[in-house]
Nanobody, 115 residues
Framework: QVQLVESGGDLVQAGGSLRLSCAAS????????MGWYRQAPGKQRESVAA???????NYADFAKGRFTISRDNTKRTVYLQMNSLKPEDTAVYYC?????????WGQGTQVTVSS
């Protein structure tokens, strides 16, 4: 059974930093691309960043230069380091992976950035 469990969300002031973690189980973690998405109230879920099994990364434009995605295959965990946070980064952040035709999601972790 695939499980993705996010943690690290918090209330932070604008300009601050947070590191989100997503621990995976039930999969051979090192084989899969992992991604982070977010969903703000009243908005569609959007991609934030992804990291391939080889370590290649890509970012949404809003994340470039501020967010860093990384992975630790020994811990089966993917991270999202977020710096210079803005109020518009307030959202629920989700970890995701795709295995075959199936998408798997965590329960999300709330990030709130106050101005």
């Amino acid at each position: 059974q695939v499980q993705l469990v996010e943690s690290g969300g918090d209330l932070v002031q604008a300009g601050g930093s947070l590191r989100l973690s997503c621990a995976a189980s039930g999969i051979i973690f090192r084989l899969y691309t992992m991604g982070w998405y977010r969903q703000a109230p009243g908005k569609q879920r959007e991609s934030v960043a992804a990291i391939s099994r080889g370590g290649s990364t890509n970012y949404a434009d809003f994340a470039k230069g501020r967010f860093t995605i990384s992975r630790d295959n020994t811990k089966r965990t993917v991270y999202l380091q977020m710096n210079s946070l803005k109020p518009e980064d307030t959202a629920v952040y989700y970890c995701t992976t795709q295995i075959g035709s199936n998408d798997y999601w965590g329960q999300g972790t709330q990030v709130t950035v106050s101005s």
